[in-house]
């Protein structure tokens, strides 16, 4: 896919792996939505794409640790496009941002389920209009390896909490949504798929995990970029990769009652409608 001219939002980055893939969309001509915490680093973003020649992005700021402020993402968004080719839903916080021990988020939430998971799914859900009217066009969720099954009847993880577990459950959480939302958007032009950028990247959440870097953004962004523009991918949907090959998730991901029951949930969550 050219991706000169066409619309896409990545959000969290203003930083580490989103950064890099929001950096080469603006060269390659996209219509690039920034988005992130911080405006400084946002500015520092658009100044190196400027020095880059490329096209001049647009920055949306929020923070994905509360749904009020996601909506109020998706509803400046839709003011400013009335279409969106792409959504890269990358925003996350690693095992140990913020140290070790279970965060909440605005809403209550167990922070990682909050971010990495639900705020992305909320986000999709509000800008599938838009997704829709660009169709053929395309959802990527920034997912990982690091994968844990949800428990049902403990999804904040009052118990047993750690940092790894609760990552893990946020991106298992992202693959199942992946195969669900697929499943529904079959017939409209609008595919969805996630992956594993690569591993330990040198990025802001790997560092604050203490975990030395054995591969590169460069590397991930790759991968990311792929998926959102690779010809190969055209009309995949519902899938997994590991980097840029196609993989198996954790098997609660294949599991449909699960997928449907983390849906219902994740809709309650959000405030969003049940079909
Ligand atoms: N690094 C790896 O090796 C690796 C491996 C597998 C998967 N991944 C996935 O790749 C994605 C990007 O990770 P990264 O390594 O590039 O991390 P990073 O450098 O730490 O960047 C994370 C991005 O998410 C944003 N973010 C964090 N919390 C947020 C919140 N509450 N609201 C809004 N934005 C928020 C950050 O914004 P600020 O600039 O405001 O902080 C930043 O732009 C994540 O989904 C991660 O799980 C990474």
């Known amino acids: 896919m050219n991706m000169d001219g066409k619309t896409v939002l990545i959000t969290g980055s203003t930083d580490g792996v989103g950064r890099y893939v929001a950096a080469k969309l603006a060269v390659a001509g996209a219509k690039v939505l920034i988005h992130g915490r911080d405006a400084s680093r946002a500015r520092a973003l658009e100044e190196e794409i400027k020095r880059e020649r490329g096209r001049a992005p647009s920055f949306f700021q929020a923070d994905l640790s509360s749904l009020a402020e996601t909506a109020t993402l998706a509803h400046a968004i839709r003011g400013e496009c009335k279409r969106l080719d792409v959504l890269v839903s990358n925003a996350g916080i690693g095992s140990m941002n913020g140290g070790p021990t279970r965060q909440t988020s605005h809403d209550g939430h167990e922070l990682r389920f909050a971010v990495n998971y639900l705020a992305g799914f909320a986000l999709v859900h509000h800008l599938l209009p838009l997704l829709k009217a660009a169709a053929p066009s395309r959802i990527v969720n920034v997912a990982s390896l690091g994968q844990h099954p949800i428990d049902f009847d403990d999804v904040m993880i009052t118990r047993n909490y750690s940092g790894s577990r609760a990552y893990a459950q946020s991106k298992l959480a992202q693959i199942m949504f992946t195969i669900d939302l697929a499943e529904?958007?079959?017939?409209?032009?609008?595919?969805?798929?996630?992956?594993?950028?690569?591993?330990?990247?040198?990025?802001?959440?790997?560092?604050?995990?203490?975990?030395?870097?054995?591969?590169?953004?460069?590397?991930?962004?790759?991968?990311?970029?792929?998926?959102?523009?690779?010809?190969?991918?055209?009309?995949?949907?519902?899938?997994?990769?590991?980097?840029l090959r196609e993989a198996r998730a954790n098997p609660q991901a294949y599991d449909a009652a699960a997928r449907q029951r983390l849906r219902a949930l994740s809709l309650d969550l959000a405030g969003l409608p049940r079909p």
Not at 192 to 221: C, D, F, K, Q, W
């Open 184 to 243: 529904e958007l079959k017939g409209s032009g609008v595919t969805v798929n996630a992956l594993h950028p690569a591993t330990y990247m040198n990025t802001t959440m790997v560092r604050a995990g203490g975990i030395a870097p054995i591969s590169t953004v460069e590397e991930g962004g790759a991968a990311i970029l792929r998926l959102v523009s690779g010809d190969d991918v055209a009309g995949k949907s519902g899938l997994f990769f590991n980097g």
